[in-house]
């Protein structure tokens, strides 16, 4: 299992067990919280609001936190087995990816690959190519 697939993995699992947890006692933490409210006068999101809540936040989420277990494999841990170099270096891949290249979900198996990812903290970086015939395919 991958970081990626570890990552999705737990974030279903704790919010199964958050939800599940709720459902077990009139007399837990979310109860109390929701009769104080009530009390005071604080209106709170229903069930189907926090569903669609938390459903807006994964969908958002989702896709900046694979992106981060991406870049971690490529550029940040050294002893992952897909390092690909440091930030602000080009890694161009010799080969094609096969199954076994797991950071990103789904590589084209057919498409060689070149890589950049760049650290922008400091200033902005420009990047510049040879010029390229016509004819051929860029």
Do not use: H
Not at 12 to 36: E, R, V
Not at 123 to 134: D, G, L, T, W
């Amino acid at each position: 299992m991958n970081l990626i697939q570890y990552g999705v993995l737990l974030f279903a699992l704790t919010m199964s067990m958050l939800a599940l947890n709720g459902c077990t006692s009139k007399n837990d933490a979310i109860a109390i919280a929701q009769k104080t409210d009530k009390k005071a006068g604080i209106v709170v999101p229903g069930i189907a609001e926090t569903k669609a809540i938390a459903q807006e936040a994964f969908i958002y989420g989702l896709p900046i936190v694979m992106n981060y277990a991406v870049m971690n494999e490529f550029c940040v841990d050294k002893n992952a087995g897909q390092y690909k170099g440091p930030f602000n270096t080009i890694a161009n891949e010799g080969r094609v990816f096969t199954y076994k290249d797991t950071a990103v979900v789904t590589p084209n198996s057919d498409t060689p690959y070149s890589m950049l990812w760049l650290d922008l903290r400091a200033e902005p970086i420009v990047i510049s190519v040879p010029a390229i015939e016509k004819e051929r395919y860029y």
